[in-house]
């Protein structure tokens, strides 16, 4: 059996070195065997399935994730904690991943998951993104100097014939992605399989008038394998592309979609209900692996993130550490496409297309109605922003 192991790190707040040892000790145990270490006596399950400390050494003061998820009342030391865990305690699993790697001692306090380091055979699990950055831009036809543009049909409560309505002025005023609003699912008032049609059915006919490229990703998140069965109905329909929200879903659902050959379609990760694990507070996981890094691994091609100075409270430095988590070189896997929204403004586009630069896909939503009710040429404007910031 192989011998490779993957490596989470965790910032530990302890008060002395010998606490935080201490605690790692007990992650180690916990997201592994959960058995008393003393009783056992099988020589692989003590060296080989129970975690290993690689390392723990106080945290510098200028380590970059220093400040994640701090809040007042911790203990006033930090300490960096390496544990490695062997292959198979994962499986193939991306639900069993994330057990390994924070499943029991995300109850506990002060623990916070920092950085993760898988081994090459771990991507030929979990592959990323199909399409990723370029991908994209070669589906929606968008030069690579430009920003990507996406849209959302909203508000919740709006009749399917309205909600196609704006998908194809959306799509005549030449966005590179629609997708649904995140609350609109299969409720009395919007009936999914009605909806996604009537959508799919209006971006496909508007690109095919007026040479458009626009993708239209169908929201299917929902209860167990209704995922999949809204998925792959989607895609039957016309839809081009899919969304999801791994956080209500789980990222099972994400990778099984992202890895399923018969749909094939590029994938919009949603942070819904996401807030719980990257908020400030006593334990939780960075905000850049869980919104942005997580998602690529497990498939998404646009992981969503809230961009800082709109009604989110995220600051300019964790927007930055996200947007290069998504993207960064890995030379296992396609850099995914950022795509910040929430506070992405007219006002604000310059300063944040100087921020996060051209390869994004700025995601936006109320600014796109404040301009007024004709949402076709508001989506014009918008991109004829992104196109002089690219010169």
């Known amino acids: 059996m192989s011998e490779e192991r993957f490596i989470v790190t965790y910032r530990i707040a302890a008060n002395s070195y010998d606490e935080a040892k201490q605690i790692a000790w007990s992650v180690q145990v916990e997201q592994t065997i959960e058995f008393p270490y003393e009783f056992v006596t099988d020589e692989y399950i003590k060296n080989t399935i129970t975690g ?11 380590l970059a994730y220093g400040t994640v998820g ?10 960096i904690a390496r544990i490695s865990y ?40 979990f592959k990323g993104p199909r399409f990723g950055l370029d991908g994209l831009r070669s589906l929606v036809h968008t030069p690579p100097q430009r920003a ?17 309505r704006m998908c194809g002025a959306y799509t005549r005023g030449g966005a590179d992605v629609i997708k649904d609003d995140h609350g609109i699912t299969n409720q009395s008032f919007t009936n999914f399989k009605d909806r996604v049609a009537r959508c799919a059915n209006e971006v496909r006919t508007m690109n095919e008038q007026y040479g458009h490229h626009t993708l239209y990703a169908a929201n299917v998140s929902g209860d167990g394998t209704e995922v999949l069965e ?16 791994p956080s209500l ?39 850049y692996l869980y919104l942005g ?30 947007s290069h988590y998504i993207k960064v070189d890995n030379p296992y896997m396609k ?7 929430g506070g992405v403004t007219d006002a604000r586009l310059d300063e944040l297309v100087s921020l996060y630069g051209p390869d994004t896909m700025f995601l936006v939503g109320g600014d796109m109605f404040r301009r007024g009710p004709n949402i076709e040429d508001n989506m014009k404007y918008f991109v004829s922003r992104l196109e002089g910031l690219s010169r």
């Open 86 to 125: 062997h292959v198979s305690t994962a499986g193939v699993e991306a639900t069993q991943l994330m057990n390994v790697i924070f499943g029991n001692s995300s109850l506990q306090p002060h623990i916070w998951v920092v950085d993760i380091e898988l081994p090459a055979s771990m991507y030929d699990v």
């Open 230 to 245: 809204r998925a792959h109905y989607a895609k039957e329909v016309g839809a081009t592309a899919l969304m999801v929200a």
């Open 70 to 79: 701090i809040v007042s009342d911790v203990p006033s030391e930090f300490y």
């Open 335 to 341: 850099p995914a496409c950022p795509a910040p929204g």
């Open 148 to 164: 990507m543009i996406q849209a959302v049909v909203k508000p919740m409560g709006t009749p399917n014939e309205e909600l196609a």
């Open 293 to 322: 890094w997580l998602p690529r691994l497990f498939g998404a091609d646009m992981p969503i993130f809230v961009s800082y100075g709109g009604r989110f409270t995220f600051t300019e430095e964790q927007c930055k550490w996200i």
């Open 52 to 62: 290993r400390l690689e390392s723990l050494n106080p945290m510098p003061a200028d």
């Open 249 to 287: 879903v789980g990222f099972g659902w994400l990778h099984a979609l992202a890895t399923d050959e018969s749909l094939g379609l590029p994938i919009i990760a949603h942070p819904a209900f996401g807030g719980g694990f990257v908020s400030p507070g006593v334990s939780g996981v960075a905000d």
